[in-house]
């Protein structure tokens, strides 16, 4: 069983970058997707990214296109969320996730807090 262990969240100042880290405690394999994903107060869950663990491929919904950028360090079982250019309504707790597919989940890290204030 993989846990999945986030850190690097802050309280930041809007315009400012934050990296969030997700280090994975066991074997991840070539089919396993790792995912970003993001919960603000009283919102539901949103998809933020993905990184496929066997090849650099990278997925991103809109609202972070050109902003966030997801990396990997196999040597290190880690994956990173580079966030740059913060925006107050990127507040919110970070979870990482693996999974199949990008969007796809079925083990979760326990969440990082980002808040972005105006």
């Known amino acids: 069983q993989v846990e999945l262990t986030e850190s690097g969240g802050g309280l930041v100042q809007a315009g400012a970058s934050l990296r969030l880290s997700c280090v994975a405690s066991g074997r991840l394999y070539s089919s396993h997707v790792i995912n970003w994903f993001r919960q603000a107060p009283g919102r539901e869950r949103e998809y933020v990214g993905a990184i496929r663990w066997s090849d650099t491929r990278t997925y991103y919904t809109d609202s972070v296109k050109g902003r966030f950028t997801i990396s990997k360090d196999r040597a290190a079982n880690t994956v990173y969320l580079q966030m740059n250019a913060l925006k107050p309504e990127d507040t919110a707790v970070y979870y990482c996730?693996?999974?199949?597919?990008?969007?796809?989940?079925?083990?979760w890290g326990q969440g990082t807090q980002v808040t972005v204030s105006s």
């Open positions: 996730a693996r999974g199949t597919s990008p969007g796809s989940a079925t083990s």
